[in-house]
């Protein structure tokens, strides 16, 4: 009688939980929120200020030089820098060290007279400067340059002004947003910032090279020919630039998500203008609300003296290790295409990366082509490393991978799909694994795991797209620990570019927030 309760109580269980194991097209998603975070102040991490109300010491603290026999009259009036001169004057003010991955806003109060205002990058003897600057006469800018120095040797003077208003104030924020091998420049008073120059610089100069991170200082630059500028003050940060694409949960390396101080950890691409001018950035989320926030941005060191700004990450941390691995899509190889090539890069870092500005030691996966969007784990049912990814056959198609190494030794073991496929990831709903895809069919796939059959697509009651726009998102999808009021999450973007950018550019987009009800 026992024996025959046992056997009843087992197979009710059973039975519940194979009640219990909801497939993922079952379930329906409803949209919480949406939001653009444009060079976000509330969640920029400084780097380096100058603010003219804090300064006490002005020669120490942003120390001048001078190119030239005269000097303009520096001072520090009603929390304002003010420079002023009666000829012509070339000058420098020190406010920060330099990197290559970040933005730098200058805040303009007001200027008259003629000259330039910018940015210079520069070493302590100035044998190199880079110098990006408007030309302005009184209260109008009418001109943006772009100067590279060498050993007292003007090198370049390109004019590359953008969609410059006949009656464009100077009074504003003008953002220098560096993007490795190339930048963009912006002014914004009132509305969206303006896009008024742009530059690839990298056949002239690589500021991705260490020695710059180095040994280049970031100053304020002035040129004046007999008049004043006064200024409200210059940050250097990290921030969201333009727009955030890309996002793919950080997990462990069994690929459940990294829920840390209740909080959901990203991965996902600040925007740039064209696919080496993008940045990996790392967010934060409770996913309660809608609290998206900016951590940190990580490049990436091949060890050949470069730095790199991949994107189109995984990471995940390595419990059994203890060490921060990941995959990263090599896509900085497109500003030296005659030199590198497209491919996948196994990525490694002893130190926490999702903080700040992080580096993580890059090698060779050794699968070079059009390949992109690679996500990991380690299966333990098959004691294997195995990755869902993106190739380009015939078309971006997911397939499945496999390997005994995290970092090489992967063999194809299924796929290609038949659908167009981008923003591969692999999540458990229930106690099954599943494989998500977004595509360019207004449709979010859903395959078996590994085997890539097709199971359905994911039910959204506000999809991040409309009939004008592109639908290649990252679905992105999450199953959260019991005790939250919903049990899963997405988070996704949509392909809105930003405007008035010239040539190709992926500058998209808007993030938004989903949750998930049975």
């Known amino acids: 009688m026992k024996k025959l309760l046992w056997l009843l109580i087992s197979f009710l269980g059973i039975s519940s939980s194979v009640q219990s194991q909801i497939s993922p097209e079952e379930i329906q998603f409803i949209r919480q929120g949406v939001q653009r975070l444009i060079f976000d102040e509330e969640q920029s ?5 100058l603010e003219p109300k804090n ?16 000097h303009p009259e520096i001072q520090l009036t009603q929390d304002k820098l003010k420079i002023k001169s009666e000829g012509k004057i070339q000058t420098n003010i020190w406010f920060g060290g330099f990197n290559p991955f970040v933005s730098y806003t200058i805040d303009i109060e007001s200027s008259n007279g003629n000259g330039g205002l910018g940015i210079e990058f520069s070493d302590a003897e100035g044998k190199e400067r ?28 390109k004019n590359i ?10 009074k504003g924020k003008i953002t220098l947003q560096m993007l490795g091998s190339g930048f963009t420049l912006f002014h914004r008073d009132n509305g969206l910032p303006k896009v008024i120059g742009q530059c690839d610089f990298n056949k002239y100069i690589d500021l991705r090279e260490k020695k710059y991170l180095k040994n280049f200082k970031s100053h304020l630059f002035v040129l004046l020919n007999k008049g004043e500028i006064q200024i409200n003050g210059v940050h250097m940060a990290i921030n969201t630039g333009i727009g955030l694409a890309d996002i793919r949960a950080i997990s462990y390396e069994d690929g459940s998500p990294f829920l840390e101080n209740g909080r959901l950890w990203y991965t996902m691409s600040i925007r740039g203008r064209a696919l080496p001018h993008h940045i990996q950035g790392v967010f934060s989320l409770n996913p309660s609300v809608f609290d998206l926030k900016l951590e940190g941005i ?5 060890e050949d003296g470069l730095l790199r700004n991949e994107i189109a990450s995984h990471l995940f941390y390595d419990r059994n290790k203890n060490l921060w691995r990941g995959l990263t899509t ?8 005659e030199k590198e090539k497209k491919q996948l890069f196994a990525v490694e870092s002893k130190t926490d990366p999702r903080f ?5 030691k890059a090698q060779p996966l050794g699968m070079v082509g059009d390949i992109e969007d690679p996500h990991i784990l380690f299966d333990r049912s098959v004691n294997k490393w195995r990755m869902l990814t993106c190739e380009n056959i015939n078309g971006y198609k997911a397939v499945v991978l496999e390997s005994d190494y995290w970092n090489r030794g992967y063999v194809r073991i299924f796929g290609p799909v038949i659908h167009n496929s981008t923003g591969t990831s692999i999540q458990k709903i229930g106690e099954k694994r599943y494989c998500f895809s977004g595509s360019s069919e207004r449709k979010i796939f859903i395959y078996t795991y590994p085997d890539l059959k097709e199971v359905g697509s994911l039910k959204m009651d506000l999809p991040p797209w409309d009939k004008t726009s592109g639908t290649r998102v990252w679905p992105n999808v999450v199953q959260l620990p019991e005790g939250y009021p919903f049990r899963y999450l997405a988070l996704m973007m949509d392909r809105y570019k930003f405007p008035d950018q010239y040539g190709k550019h992926w500058s998209y987009g808007a993030v938004y927030l989903y949750h998930g009800y049975e």
């Open 45 to 49: 991490i400084t780097m380096a200020k």
């Open 55 to 70: 300064i006490i010491g002005l020669s120490t603290m942003h120390p001048q030089k001078h190119y030239g026999e005269m």
């Open 130 to 157: 880079f110098i990006v600057k408007i030309l302005f006469e009184d209260d109008i800018l009418n001109g943006v340059q772009f100067n590279l120095i060498r050993n007292k040797k003007e090198v370049i003077n």
């Open 161 to 170: 002004d953008l969609n410059l208003d006949r009656d464009q104030l100077t």
């Open 298 to 302: 990580v490049v990436f060191d091949r």
């Open 330 to 337: 090599g896509f900085s190889a497109f500003a030296n295409p």
């Open 356 to 360: 700040g500005f992080s580096i993580m």
